[in-house]
């Protein structure tokens, strides 16, 4: 296994994702077998000058410096889970790591 | 020009398939709505176009075939979609897909698999699933899609239809729910290259809210042509490797042949670093879903799966109960390649790979090929099920789509042929913007190969 059951969880943690403990052996093998699977990028020798491609425009057009209204069909209070008084209400902080 | 119960109609006879997530009560009453309010002189005017699920319309949920956004209504709609409207198109409800369009069968969707048209133990193909099979079906004959690595024209391929992915930069991106955000285009359905080619010169032009977007006219059509006398089609030897299926080769071979008798000259040329971009797709478009996908926090919108007191702990339960099993994965690779360490060895050398595939096209090009023809996919439809258990398995499926996407480029998948009944795509690709050049040929293609018989 390329990927270990601890760094899964570590992971998972960065992405503030729970991971049931049922699901956990199979994650670590999927996710093993697709990172040895995208491993085999390395075995392309490095090449540091390699021009990194963006597709799109060449140049970012830069908006003008402005508030433009969203237009927005119906307000946040239709669609998120809790909303009061102009605020999006969600649970007390608790501990941060 | 049909009326609104008719083209209802089609669609609740193609339920079976589970390709429509609009429940029919709704469809019909928003579809006698749109009748009412469309415009009689747009170009598509009266046309039902149906709408892949991860594009926001103000008709219909967007669920992006997640729990996570289950009932979701967008305040806004997306561009291409406004667009359809202004030409007079009927939003004809919302597909089906793989969650979060990361798929290659839409098996990955919270709301079931859709079934193939022609054979229910198949899949229709991912992750635009929903929107081939109904265009197949007979249900619209045109559909819109989106494609990261291939997700319309694989299951384009699949299901017996034409699937283009524009150029990276034709059509905004404006309500198109994001998974790699330097991949992801809209892309087009139909029935023929035309009805694909008409929806897509609607959607594409310039959009202020889309500063990835070029600034350019919409796509103007071309006209059909007598013949193929000019072009250059170039094969790339990659696309063709031993171990490809002899019936999709044979397919293949004989539209290569039609192409020649209609004028086209030929030639082989290389790719070479093709056999690296599977690998390349999938850490770049993890990486940039991993980022994207953060923004399901539970607090701005779509519903809560809580039963904890704190806010990490909402986010983490939300999350976790929320994402089907294809999409944690693909947060979590997302997040491991470019998590400290490990960000060298993966994640940039998968963008310097991105590069040397953009410059392997650009130098075919250089030597004065047109167009690419290959396979669009190495097999035809598999069976449900069957590539569920091995990811890459699933992966490898992409094998001849990533590529254009990965670069950038044009593309798009017409029927060639098909192997005990199932369909075969041919798969077209063409220079940046240059999408015309490619709907000519598929045009002349189209007329002449036998897409019904056995290849």
Redesign the interface.
């Known amino acids: 296994m390329s990927?270990s059951r601890e760094?899964?969880l570590r992971?998972?943690q960065?992405?503030?994702?729970?991971?049931?403990k049922e699901?956990l052996p199979e994650?670590v093998d999927?996710?093993s077998?697709?990172?040895d699977?995208?491993?085999?990028?390395?075995a392309?020798p490095?090449?540091g000058t390699?021009?990194?491609?963006?597709?799109?425009?060449d140049a970012?057009?830069f908006?003008a410096d402005e508030v433009t209204p969203?237009?927005?069909?119906?307000?946040?209070a239709?669609?998120?889970?809790?909303f009061k008084e102009g605020f999006?209400v969600?649970?007390?902080?608790?501990?941060?790591e | 020009m049909s009326d609104a119960k008719a083209v209802a109609d089609r669609l609740v006879k193609a339920k079976r398939l589970n390709a429509l997530l609009t429940p029919p009560k709704d469809l019909r009453k928003s579809l006698a709505i749109q009748e009412a309010a469309a415009r009689p002189t747009g170009v598509l005017y009266g046309m039902p176009v149906a709408v892949k699920d991860n594009i926001c319309t103000?008709e219909f949920t967007t669920t992006c075939g997640s729990r996570i956004l289950e009932g979701?209504?967008?305040?806004?709609e997306a561009t291409a979609v406004a667009k359809l409207k202004t030409a007079g198109a009927l939003i004809a409800g919302k597909t089906n897909c793989d969650e979060f369009a990361m798929g290659s069968s839409t098996e990955h969707s919270a709301y079931g698999r859709v079934l193939h048209p022609l054979d229910k133990a198949r899949v229709p193909g991912g992750s635009s699933g929903g929107s081939a099979a109904l265009v197949a079906a007979g249900a619209v004959p045109a559909a819109l899609g989106s494609e990261t690595g291939g997700s319309v024209r694989q299951p384009a391929a699949f299901c017996g239809v034409v699937g283009i992915k524009p150029t990276?930069?034709r059509v905004s991106r404006y309500g198109l729910v994001a998974f790699g955000s330097?991949l992801d285009q809209i892309g087009v359905f139909g029935r023929s290259v035309h009805d694909a080619a008409r929806v897509l010169s609607v959607i594409s032009g310039r959009d202020?809210r889309d500063?990835?977007c070029?600034?350019r006219d919409p796509l103007r059509l071309p006209t059909v042509p007598e013949s193929l006398q000019g072009f250059v089609i170039g094969l790339p030897k990659e696309y063709f490797p031993p171990e490809l299926d002899p019936a999709v080769r044979r397919a293949c071979d004989r539209a290569v042949r039609l192409m020649k008798e209609l004028g086209a000259a030929v030639r082989e040329v290389s790719l070479p670093h093709t056999p690296?971009a599977v690998?390349?797709y999938?850490?770049i478009a993890p990486a940039e879903a991993?980022s994207n996908l953060?923004r399901y926090?539970?607090?701005?919108?779509?519903?809560?799966f809580?039963g904890?007191?704190?806010?990490?702990?909402?986010?983490?339960?939300t999350?976790?109960?929320g994402?089907g099993?294809e999409v944690?994965?693909r947060?979590?690779?997302g997040?491991?390649?470019l998590?400290a360490g490990y960000y060298d060895?993966?994640y940039k050398?998968?963008?310097?790979?991105?590069?040397?595939i953009?410059?392997d096209f650009r130098n075919a090009f250089d030597r004065g090929v047109d167009l690419l023809f290959t396979p669009t996919v190495p097999s035809p439809a598999f069976k449900a099920g069957e590539k569920l258990s091995d990811?890459?398995a699933m992966?490898m499926s992409d094998i001849f789509t990533v590529t254009a996407n990965l670069?950038?480029l044009p593309a798009m998948s017409l029927p060639i042929g098909r192997i005990k009944g199932l369909p075969l795509g041919g798969q077209l690709v063409g220079q940046a913007f240059l999408e015309d050049e490619m709907i000519e040929a598929a045009y002349a293609l189209e007329r002449v190969v036998p897409a019904t018989d056995e290849a």
């Open positions: 990927v760094e899964v992971i998972a960065l992405a503030e994702l729970d991971v049931e699901a994650l999927n996710m077998r697709i990172i699977y995208v491993a085999q990028l390395s392309v490095a090449n390699v021009k990194v491609f963006v597709p799109g425009p970012i057009r908006r969203a237009h927005l069909a119906f307000g946040p239709e669609f998120a889970p809790d999006f969600v649970p007390k902080l608790g501990q941060f | 103000l979701y209504r967008s305040p806004y990276y930069g330097s202020p500063s990835t070029e600034d690296y690998p390349t999938y850490v991993s953060a926090d539970c607090v701005r919108y779509g519903p809560r809580d904890r007191v704190d806010l990490r702990g909402l986010y983490r339960s999350r976790g109960q994402f099993p944690r994965r947060i979590l690779v997040t491991y390649v998590s060895a993966y050398r998968a963008q310097q790979m991105r590069a040397l953009a410059q990811p890459i992966y670069a950038g």
